[in-house]
């Protein structure tokens, strides 16, 4: 056997790689007794105190003056594919290998015990003093089953104080619940859906790519409400047959009750669930779980694309076209891209599924790059909404109010019909800007360029881009004139302002991902939309994103130009995606749906295109318009951000980089210029964006190009971005 398969005992080197952010491996001595190979997780001393790394190579020599290697940890080794990954994504985007490691290294083992969760047992007789709400709690609690507190507390309609005073009582005991399994084996035959014939010739070709066991990538495109995920469980019930794991990346937002409640119906189990909001016990046991093999369906966010999958025959990239998939912070990575790179490593299928794929993925597909599966129709022979625009040049709202008289007149009517509306506008709190009317004051974040939004049921000033949160005062700071504060433009909480003057009589909701609660309250109140517990829907994007609400027949988009005029390059694409998507909110039940759209410019092509109900004419026009700009697909863009404690700073050591650039056929640098978010959270922010040939190798341009440029001092960073998905 060689070296690498036998690894390296005492006296030999390994080379070690750390989860920090260091673009290489240290060499380490191997102590006497230690078998050391690649992958193992060691500890090891760094400086003055013991860190944890992974075995990355063997080294050839002895270990001389070397450090030694303190330990091996008891952990499964990282998988060769997953170092494989681990490469590739730090080349790629530039970032330090050990930055990208720490995605994907688990942390040793806890060995404090885990704490148990409590639940409650009817054992005793009812207090002396009863009460209406005692006695829901006792006769919820019938049968002496053990039942978690808030589960006993919802079902019976009380307090978690009613629940222990019948402890205090000695009705009720506390015992520990049993601990649950992670995860359970999904059933492929559990439910088999009844396919349509376009979704079944769709379904039969996923399974067969899976059967196939081999690298490839699929578009599957299928229009709001034609049973994409129906038709990509058949090909996750082929994998599960075939003994192998199944990857499905989602949007975190996405992941709501419904999604999993549609995976349950379908294999009889909930899949293994891997987000923000897993705990740190939970995250280790389903971690354990993947690495074994025992979780054989995984739905999660971008941050799932690292576990160490034990064979993985499987990956789905649900609405491939968010931008959500991008990371933004640390190592910046797309995972719908990177999760095609996993497929190629591990010798799985790639599902990419989407209404409104991106142009990127769209162009891939009809070269054939890609293969591309289509779904044209509802499921059912349902119909598409019909989608008409109100020219608000035409058709003002009232001053201080953002609803025309064309939308309250189609909402009055769904109401009289006992049917869903909803709202949309992509603009969270009550007002993106205050100002003070006798002065002009305006209130911006210390901490960045940006105006502060005011949310009236925070009863706060907040910044979007760093937190930043101040009371509302009720004078001018700067002037000090008493009930002088003006809130400028609409968001969800305005609208809902509107909608209660409006409609007193209807049940309304908002829905926002900044209300308090987080995903589990989104969860809650998306279960209770769909069914049926509101008249009227007031959202941001996250309503658009694959829900299924079988009463709502109207949208109404309330700011249709919103985005179109930023200086994005993808400002066209992404409008038409979200009003695409969140159109087809309406009449994916029995009834048909409508949207009507409000716009200063109903000319916009996008608008236009979307009215039409061709998405292919507005494909067409946007990928022509890429190409002769030289943009992605068709070109390549990487961005580079400098920022620093002071203007000054960021500017000189900007303008410095740009001095060095050397751009050779092909290549243009473009700056350095003031970033539009000139200030974020302190720290001053030059940009300059490279664009290339489709053909250049960027990241070698710009490897060579940070080599020989100065290097950075004081408080100056520069940030890499390779296809960057934001220009702020």
């Not at 790629?92 to 060995?111: E, H, W």
């Not at 009460?131 to 978690?148: H, N, S, Y």
């Not at 960027?698 to 490897?703: E, G, T, V």
Request: proline share 7%.
């Amino acid at each position: 056997m060689s070296e690498v398969e036998t690894g390296i005992e005492t006296g030999g080197t390994v080379d070690v790689l750390i989860p920090l952010a260091l673009d290489q491996a240290y060499s380490y001595a191997v102590p006497e007794g230690l078998v050391l190979k690649p992958g193992d997780i060691v500890q090891v001393p760094l400086g003055p105190r013991e860190t944890v790394g992974v075995v990355w190579s063997l080294g050839s020599g002895r270990g001389g003056n070397l450090k030694r290697v303190s330990a091996k940890i008891d952990m499964p080794p990282l998988d060769p594919a997953l170092m494989k990954l681990v490469d590739w994504v730090a080349w790629y985007t530039l970032a330090a290998k050990g930055s990208v490691l720490a995605l994907a290294l688990r942390r040793p083992p806890d060995d404090t015990p885990e704490r148990p969760k409590m639940g409650v047992r009817l054992v005793g007789p009812p207090p002396q003093r009863m009460t209406p709400a005692r006695a829901r709690a006792i006769a919820a609690a019938e049968g002496g089953l053990l039942i978690a507190k808030s589960a006993l507390a919802e079902t019976a309609s009380v307090s978690g104080a009613v629940i222990d005073s019948l402890v205090d009582a000695g009705t009720f005991a506390i015992e520990a619940l049993p601990r649950g399994e992670v995860v359970e084996i999904p059933d492929p035959d559990h439910a088999r859906p009844a396919l349509s014939a376009g979704q079944a010739e769709a379904a039969t070709a996923l399974v067969a790519s899976v059967k196939a066991a081999g690298p490839g990538v699929t578009l599957l495109e299928g229009v709001t409400g034609s049973g994409k995920t129906e038709v990509y469980f058949e090909a996750v019930a082929e994998a599960i047959r075939l003994g192998r794991q199944s990857l499905i990346l989602m949007p975190e937002i996405a992941l709501t009750a419904q999604f999993i409640d549609r995976f349950e119906a379908r294999f009889g189990v909930r899949p293994g669930l891997w987000h923000s909001a897993v705990s740190g016990r939970r995250r280790e046991r389903l971690q354990a779980a993947i690495a074994s093999g025992e979780a054989r369906v995984v739905a999660g966010a971008r941050s799932a694309l690292f576990l160490p999958y034990r064979d993985l025959g499987l990956i789905v990239v649900d609405e491939e076209h968010e931008a959500a998939y991008k990371q933004e912070d640390g190592v910046s990575y797309h995972a719908r891209d990177m999760a095609v790179v996993r497929g190629m490593i591990e010798k799985a299928p790639v599902i990419l599924t989407s209404a409104t794929p991106s142009l990127e993925t769209r162009v891939n597909a009809e070269r054939g790059r890609y293969a591309y599966l289509k779904l044209p129709e509802r499921f059912g022979g349902r119909e598409l909404p019909t989608l008409d625009l109100v020219d608000l040049k035409r058709d003002k709202p009232e001053r201080g109010r953002w609803i025309s008289g064309a939308l309250v007149n189609a909402i009055t009517a769904n109401l009289e019909a006992k049917e869903q509306s909803l709202l949309f506008l992509n603009r969270r709190g009550y007002a993106p800007l205050t100002l003070c009317r006798d002065c002009g004051h305006r209130f911006q974040c210390p901490n960045c360029s940006a105006w502060l939004v005011d949310h009236r049921f925070r009863r706060a000033l907040v910044c979007h881009h760093c937190g930043h949160v101040e009371r509302r005062p009720h004078e001018c700071p700067a002037c000090h004139a008493p009930e002088s504060l003006a809130a400028c433009g609409p968001g969800v909480e305005r609208l809902a302002e509107e909608v209660a003057t409006l409609f007193p009589d209807a049940r309304s909701i908002v829905l926002s991902s900044d209300f308090p609660g987080g995903t589990e309250r989104l969860k809650q109140e998306l279960m209770a939309v769909a069914e049926g517990e509101f008249d009227i829907v007031i959202g941001t994007q996250l309503v658009a994103k694959g829900h299924n609400f079988p009463g709502m027949t109207l949208v109404g988009v309330v700011d249709a130009d919103l985005g179109l005029t930023s200086g994005d390059p993808r400002a066209a694409e992404r409008t038409f995606q979200v009003l695409r998507q969140v159109t087809g909110r309406a009449g994916r039940g029995e009834k048909p749906g409508r949207a009507l759209l409000q716009t200063h410019d109903p000319s916009h092509p996008v608008l236009k295109a979307l009215v039409s109900g061709d998405p292919e004419r507005f494909y067409a026009a946007e990928a022509v318009s890429r190409e002769a700009a030289g943009l992605p697909p068709f070109g390549r863009l990487a961005g580079l951000i400098v920022s620093a404690n002071s203007q000054a700073e960021a500017e000189n050591h900007a303008r410095a980089l740009a001095r060095c650039a050397a751009p050779p056929d092909g290549v243009v640098v473009l700056g350095p210029a003031e970033a539009p978010l000139a200030v974020l959270r302190g720290r001053h922010r030059m940009r300059l964006i490279v664009k290339t040939a489709r053909e250049v190798n960027l990241q070698d341009y710009l490897r060579d190009w940070l080599k020989s440029a100065p290097r950075a001092k004081g408080s100056v960073r520069v940030q890499v971005d390779v296809d960057p998905q934001s220009f702020l």
